[in-house]
């Protein structure tokens, strides 16, 4: 279930003003380099953590993929505490993130693609990839991938919250285009957003689940598109992106306070 107001407000009090961002290392194009056993960089990690630390941050917000757990899951979870424990160390959290629907449509393991001139952030990989996304049997097959993540780690102070899906209706129009699912993609995640958030809390996580709502118009119940209703009400804490500024921010503070 939800967690309560009352719950989500006693979780807050608990923390710090969280201050943080959304973290990859420098020697990683995207998520699956970060954590493929080749390209992860224990000690790339540890160097940008105490600079994230000495900045003042106390959070990190870190994308996950489906491929590396059906690839080797326990060497994924390996890395993962090895993270944390890098983390840790500087007075960071984590805010892990399982799926994401933004940018490159196509991902695959081994070594990464080059950058896309013309394309922003043409590296970063979407998971689960289109492919999943347009056959439902694949898609619940990932109920493993992210039940046994999370029961991993579901009593670990290490982890702040879980963000669920990054921007589950983005279809990336200006960078792929055709090529993502343009008309369909909407539709496709507010049916299987729900089952996602049930994932998660059938392993019991101590820690609340999120999923940011990004782009719309939040003024009232009756504005809010069909996901970002999934979002906001099965979210133990709202979370949001605004790529505004200070003005933004603080309306769409106030739209969600209600």
């Given amino acids: 279930m939800r967690w309560t107001s009352s719950r989500a407000n ?19 194009i995207n998520q699956l380099e970060m954590w493929q056993a080749e390209t992860f960089m224990p000690g790339v990690i540890d160097e940008e953590l105490a600079w994230a630390a000495d900045l003042g941050m106390n959070t990190v917000r870190v994308f996950l993929h489906d491929l590396l ?41 081994g070594k990464q693609r080059d950058p896309e001139p013309g394309v922003h952030n043409s590296g970063w990989v979407q998971s689960p990839g289109v492919a999943i996304l347009k ?30 899906w990054n921007e589950p209706d983005n279809i990336n129009a ?28 059938s392993a019991k996580p101590t820690q609340p689940l999120t999923s940011g709502v990004w782009l719309g118009e939040w003024t009232s119940p009756n504005t809010l598109k069909p996901w970002e209703k999934v979002q906001i009400e099965q979210s133990d804490v709202i979370s949001f992106h ?14 969600l306070q209600q």
Avoid at 12 to 28: D, E, Q, S
Wanted: proline residues 7%; neutral net charge; hydrophobic residues 40%.
């Fill in 135 to 164: 056959d439902e049997k694949q898609f619940n097959a990932l109920e493993d991938y992210v039940a046994s993540f999370v029961e991993h780690f579901r009593d670990d102070p290490r982890i702040h919250i879980w963000d669920v």
């Fill in 242 to 255: 605004c790529y505004g500024n200070k003005a933004d921010v603080e309306l769409r503070v106030r739209q």
């Fill in 174 to 201: 200006l960078s792929y285009g055709p090529r993502d699912i343009p008309d369909k993609k909407a539709e496709i995640v507010t049916r299987f957003l729900p089952r996602v958030f049930d994932w998660v809390r």
């Fill in 69 to 109: 757990w059906f690839k080797d899951s326990k060497a994924f979870l390996s890395r993962f505490e090895l993270f944390l424990q890098i983390a840790e160390r500087h007075g960071i959290g984590a805010m892990p993130v399982f799926f994401d629907s933004v940018w490159h449509p196509f991902p695959y393991l």
């Fill in 10 to 28: 006693q979780w807050y009090k608990k923390h710090p003003w969280l201050v943080g961002c959304n973290y990859a290392p420098r020697t990683a």
